[in-house]
């Protein structure tokens, strides 16, 4: 993929985790002329249907579905993935098996919807992984590097366009898959901003400087006192890792 040909204000995603639409659009209307590519989650689709997803679209922005679609029959999975292709959304997240990849992968069909598999929630570190006996001496990955890689390996080979790492696993995961995948990073934390919830974190420039197509961003923005304001700071610190 070819990363320099994505504008600064393309690469960033405000992430509208919020249960009401009017919550959402007053962030949208905030951001407007600024910011064009907006995540949904399972909180907002659930809260206010698809309907908001064709609202977002109808207004000219881009959207990235994060339903972190999981293993079912593959039925579901052909419905799922091809409705999502139909309404013409971006981006929707995947965390499946093989088998369920290729059934998504076969549904989207020649749409421009991409699967983006998630590798490591960003909210759990590597001890976090050892108390889920997920990594560890015993197992096939010994580290969160280890597990992180090979997920992201595996995702691809079966189907993923592209993969949700942290903004510091960017620069070893390019390493291992090169520059084709496309990658997003949530946990982005510019300097000085509250960590919340997030173990794994990057500034923005580190993401970007580290190979990062797409910068998630949620809570910096929407609690900030101006949004406006941090939504510009953020586009800031992205022109200048990509100088």
């Keep these: 993929m070819a990363r ?20 959402a659009f007053q962030l949208i209307e905030t951001l407007d002329g600024l910011v064009s590519f907006y995540k949904v989650g ?7 249907g698809p309907a908001v997803v064709s609202e977002i679209m109808q207004r000219g922005h881009r959207v990235f579905l994060d339903l972190k679609i999981p293993d079912d029959i593959p039925d579901q999975i052909k419905r799922t993935v091809a409705y999502a292709a139909n ?10 098996t093989g088998t369920t990849l290729q059934v998504a992968k076969e549904a989207k069909g020649d749409s ?50 592209g993969l949700i790492c ?5 620069a ?18 510019p300097l000085g901003v509250d960590h919340d919830d997030q173990k794994r974190i990057a500034t923005p ?11 998630v961003v949620g809570r910096p923005i929407r609690n900030a006192h101006d949004p406006r304001a941090i939504a510009e700071r953020i586009l800031e610190d992205i022109d200048c890792a990509r100088q």
């Design 4 to 23: 320099t040909l994505i504008s600064s204000q393309d690469r960033l995603i405000v992430a509208l985790d919020v249960t009401k639409k009017d919550e």
């Design 42 to 48: 399972w909180a907002l689709f659930l809260a206010e």
């Design 87 to 96: 309404t013409g959304v971006r981006f929707v997240t995947m965390n499946a």
């Design 112 to 161: 421009r919807l991409q699967l983006l598999s998630v590798t490591v929630l960003t909210s759990l570190n590597e001890q976090d992984l050892r108390a889920l006996d997920m990594i560890g001496p015993d197992r096939p990955q010994h580290t969160l590097d280890d597990f992180i890689v090979w997920k992201a390996k595996y995702s691809l080979d079966y189907g993923s366009d």
């Design 166 to 170: 942290s903004g510091d696993s960017v």
């Design 172 to 189: 070893m995961l390019r390493e291992q898959v090169g520059d084709d995948p496309i990658i997003v990073c949530p946990g982005i934390r």
């Design 205 to 215: 420039a580190e993401a970007v400087t580290n190979g990062a197509d797409y910068l």
